[in-house]
């Protein structure tokens, strides 16, 4: 090339490393109306729940009832507590299954407000939290999702079934209707899901939810104490050990990750009200 000619940079291939604007808009629009808040539709929410409570139960229930193995994983976690010092099931067991009201109660709470206070929570996020009811129903879903994969990789027997007869079934002693792995009712459920605690993973969701959304400071220490009752009755009861709660609250935190992943921040720091419709809500932290 002489000089005084212009030179001339080619062109070939710089179109490729530049993105296509044309694709790529609609498909970053497409993924922002998804994690952009809602408005929940209520017909809609109650199938959803209804369907996914009722997948829940079958694929946990589907899960083979390894009797063997299940009780050989208790007798380690049974002895792996004893080593740390902190095996207090068979204790609180015994102490509390002494009271038959105290106990009595016990029975019902776990059998019952295992499913109204969740569903509760459920229904006072849709009314009073719409922007955020999504996100933190997904971390309740993402939740229960993968302890179901524990209960298939890690059947466990509750305490209760350990062979030995040292823990009582306070259920079948007192003939109350409780524990679905216990009674009449057993047939109807795998007794060998017992890690991990649902119990725990749903309460604590409750009593976190209820935490740091609720306006009244007693109603937010009622939301603390929630999943702490909870877990007492659990042991209690002989339905599971501690570290079965332990596996909970793993859980648990995989579901906050998931839903922080999706939306790009915890979901209680999402706006309360859902925008105007055609108006798409930003995914910034707001104050309750």
């Not at 193995?69 to 010092?85: F, K, P, V």
């Not at 302890?147 to 466990?156: R, S, T």
């Not at 079948?172 to 792995?181: D, F, I, L």
Request: glycine share 6%.
């Amino acid at each position: 090339m002489s000089m005084g000619e212009p030179t001339v940079t080619p062109l070939e291939g710089r179109d490729q490393a530049l993105p296509d604007p044309v694709t790529a808009a609609p498909r970053r629009r497409r993924l922002d109306r998804l994690r952009s808040p809602r408005r929940p539709r209520l017909w809609f929410e109650i199938l959803l729940v209804a369907v996914s409570y009722w997948t829940y139960s079958l694929v946990r229930n589907a899960v083979p009832e390894q009797r063997a193995e299940a009780l050989r994983n208790a007798d380690w976690i049974w002895r792996l507590e004893h080593s740390l010092g902190l095996a207090v099931e068979e204790s609180v067991n015994h102490g509390v299954n002494s009271v038959t009201w105290l106990i009595v109660s016990m029975n019902y709470y776990y059998a019952t407000l295992h499913f109204i206070v969740t569903l509760a929570v459920l229904v006072w996020l849709y009314r009073s939290h719409p922007g955020r009811y999504a996100a933190t129903r997904l971390v309740l879903f993402a939740t229960t999702a993968v302890a179901l994969v524990g209960y298939y990789l890690y059947p466990l027997a509750p305490p209760r079934l350990m062979p030995g007869g040292d823990f009582v079934d306070t259920v079948m002693v007192h003939q109350t209707w409780g524990s679905m792995a216990s009674g009449d009712l057993k047939h109807m459920s795998n007794q060998y899901a017992a890690m991990p605690s649902m119990h725990i993973g749903w309460s604590l969701w409750c009593g976190l939810t209820v935490f740091a959304l609720a306006k009244l400071p007693w109603v937010r220490i009622l939301g603390l104490l929630y999943p702490t009752a909870t877990l007492v009755v659990i042991v209690a009861t002989a339905n599971h050990f501690w570290l079965d709660a332990v596996g909970g609250v793993i859980c648990l935190a995989f579901g906050f990750a998931v839903a922080r992943v999706w939306y790009g921040t915890l979901p209680y720091a999402l706006p309360r009200r859902v925008p105007p419709k055609g108006q798409r809500g930003p995914l910034l932290p707001t104050k309750a």
